[in-house]
């Protein structure tokens, strides 16, 4: 089992930039495929990056593509989610996720605030 603990977030303006960051415990992340996810307001969770355990493999949902990246430091164990040129509609609950097999475990989330 791996335990996550998301930082990072914070109350920005439109067009700036901020990086989270989700540190494992527990286990090494190299074990692990890891994403990020958010959930604005009365609204579902949605995924918004993946990386593979290798890290050779990304994927990002349409709205912040070109805009976040993320990587992962397994000696660090640590996944990292720049986000640049923020947006309002970015605002909402982050959460890292480690993923393997059947089993998906989550960090507590935080927030991210983007003023217009």
């Known amino acids: 089992q791996v335990q996550l603990v998301e930082s990072g977030g914070g109350v920005v303006q439109a067009g700036d930039s901020l990086r989270l960051s989700c540190a494992a415990s527990?286990?090494?992340?190299?074990?692990?495929?890891l994403a990020w996810f958010r959930q604005a307001p009365g609204r579902a969770r949605e995924a918004v990056a993946s990386?593979?355990?290798?890290?050779?493999?990304?994927w990002y949902t349409n709205s912040v593509k070109g805009r976040f990246t993320i990587s992962r430091d397994d000696a660090k164990n640590t996944v990292y989610l720049q986000m640049n040129s923020l947006v309002p509609e970015d605002t909402a609950v982050y959460y890292c996720?480690?993923?393997?097999?059947?089993?998906?475990?989550w960090g507590q989330g935080t927030q991210v605030t983007v003023s217009s």
């Open positions: 990386i593979s355990r290798t890290g050779g493999g990304t």
């Open positions: 527990g286990r090494a992340t190299s074990n692990y495929a």
């Open positions: 996720q480690a993923e393997l097999g059947r089993n998906a475990y």
